[in-house]
């Protein structure tokens, strides 16, 4: 199956730093890539949606200045939370959708957690 | 308004069969998907369903009825292992994932 890989799994930073988490697609080319944050005991929530060569749309309370989105190749999407504080402290997970499974599955990086602090 | 309900933790005995629910309402359907997730780590694909019936794949079925807006995962002899959060996610007309808040599964021995 396709494999997804997210770099770092674990990083701590302090408060008013930035840093950049990057996914890959291994063995097949993501035209879309997700990037989903999840808080303790919480189900996933969508953060923005990544095309391949085109700006990131941001879900609704999203800050697109403070969470950077770059997919600039069709295996690789970075996203930069700038100016860290410890309330985006979280596990952040990548996702990518690969074109030629029939029902669109979006497969799952590791995930990279995130101590701010 | 775009709603995915599930159960937030139910208790099963190893070796047993569990049943977990889950209903929606969404704006438009293209399948839904049943993920494992193991605390700490990303979901894991279990199954997909696009049109109504129960498919099988080992010790996991997933049932779905669109018309009822209604699914369940079933996982039979239960193992430790299975101990997790059972995600279910719907894909809308946009094809983008609606998730539910998961149920966490305790198996107990």
């Known amino acids: 199956g396709a494999v997804v890989s997210q770099h770092p799994s674990r990083v701590i930073c302090k408060s008013g730093t930035s840093v950049k988490i990057e996914c890959r697609s291994l063995?097949?080319?993501?035209?879309?890539m997700f990037w989903y944050r999840q808080f303790p005991k919480q189900s996933l929530m969508l953060m923005a949606t990544?095309?391949?060569?085109?700006?990131?749309?941001?879900e609704q309370g999203v800050e697109k200045d403070k969470f950077l989105i770059n997919h600039a190749s069709l295996t690789l999407s970075t996203l930069t939370v700038t100016s860290a504080h410890p309330e985006d402290s979280s596990f952040y997970i990548c996702?990518?959708?690969?074109?030629?499974?029939?029902?669109?599955?979006?497969?799952f990086g590791p995930g990279t957690r995130l101590t701010v602090l | 308004g775009q709603n995915i309900d599930q159960p937030t933790e139910m208790t099963a005995t190893e070796g047993a069969i569990v049943q977990i629910n889950c209903t929606y309402q969404?704006?438009?359907?293209?399948?839904l998907f049943w993920y494992q997730q193991h605390a700490g780590e990303a979901p894991t694909f279990l199954s997909y369903?696009?049109l109504d019936g129960l498919e099988e794949k080992g010790r996991f079925s997933s049932f779905l009825s669109r018309s009822k807006g209604y699914s369940y995962l079933l996982l039979k002899e239960l193992q430790m292992k299975d101990s997790a959060s059972y995600l279910c996610?719907?894909?809308?007309?946009?094809?983008?994932?609606?998730w539910g808040a998961g149920t966490k599964l305790i198996i107990k021995p």
């Open positions: 969404t704006s438009g359907f293209n399948g």
């Open positions: 369903n696009v």
């Open positions: 996702s990518a959708r690969d074109p030629t499974v029939s029902y669109n599955e979006q497969f």
């Open positions: 990544s095309n391949e060569g085109s700006k990131a749309t941001y």
């Open positions: 063995d097949f080319q993501a035209t879309t």
């Open positions: 996610a719907v894909q809308d007309s946009n094809y983008q994932l609606i």
